[in-house]
């Protein structure tokens, strides 16, 4: 299974640290944000990556190269300067992607979830398949809400929870939209109408690096290891 590293966001709440580096390219515990992602993959038994990047991300390749020094083979996906938004990021990318299911995962994210369980994941007829979280104290009415069978469901109640940036996907999601600037959620939401998103509820660390604060938060966390 490929995956597909998010990583074209200008980070515009990280400003000043964005203003000369791209988000996925800041630095925690001595290594970009990017990268210990990628080797968190790698070690789960991910190799062939795919990266889009808009802002300032020309950098990104001339820090990851090919991606052989972290064990992973990289392609990567320009959008120019400006960004095509999550589903557009991902349609300009569905060449180097293949017609198999594939991983996306969020490059501004940090979690220790087992994405080894992905490998042998099985979509049938489903077109995605999200990985939900506790909802983090920014975030607090989630997004999705999920069933005992692992069905995902829209339904404002008390079980919505918050969608991680985690997720496969079939080829078929993204299928007929021509490339430009495309959201993920309306998609999302129209397969989920029709029943054919699952998910999976991870109880464990998870953050998104949105603030200096929590990447000041992450280092910390880190440097305890």
Known sequence: MRVML??????ERMRPLTETLPKPLLSVAGKALIEHTIMQLVSAGFTEMVINYAYLGHLIPQYLGDGRGLGAHICYSPEGEGALETAGGIINAL???????FLVVNSDIATDFPFAELRQLKLNDDLAH????????????GDFSLTHAHRVHTTADNTRFTFSGIGVYQPELFSGIPVGIHKLAPLLHKAIAQARVSGTYYPGFWSDIGTPERLQALEIKLSLK
């Open 130 to 141: 999200l990985i939900l979280v506790p909802n983090p104290a920014h975030h607090p009415q």
């Open 6 to 11: 998010l990583a074209a966001g200008r980070g």
């Open 95 to 101: 060449p180097l992607l293949g017609e198999r299911p």
